[in-house]
């Protein structure tokens, strides 16, 4: 499922709705610190392949409800839709950097929402025509769990908008000097 990759193509309506621990460079995530996860890592950027079995054991409920069974968090409930801090954003699952806070705009969707990705193959795309609509998938370019979709109606330069899920996300504050793209 994870091989068809689109460049951005259809989007229709709005947001509808979605190595081992000592090698991260950052204090431990909670969530990670404590489901010893241990794919999870911000420095290894090979894909992984692992089972959904193996996921449930893992991530908190909530976390592969919308990772693994591409759900949507409730509008305006998750912890980033309406926050501003400068930093980066993260795979909740495997730790793939995904998105930087200078590409996060605010959005009235209740999703947090970025114009464009950190790395280009930091994410991947798919054709999604669930709930009767023809929207555009975005997962993890790492382990493949769903984030969000991303349809045209962002602001430039991008004019896209990725609408995420915040439960999927884990956000790590700017720290001088360090810089996940480098
Ligand atoms: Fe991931």
Redesign the pocket.
Known sequence: MRHLILSFVIATSGCVSSQENKERQSAPDPIMADQQNPYYSRTDTAALNISNTEWKRILPDSVYAIAREAGTERAFTGKYWDFDGLGTYF?A????ALFKSDSKFGSSCGWPSFFEPLRANGVEYLPDASHGMERVEVR?G??A?HLGHVFDDGPPPTHKRFCMNSLVLDFEPEVAGADPRH
């Open positions: 795979c699952v495997c730790g793939n993890c790492r382990c769990s």
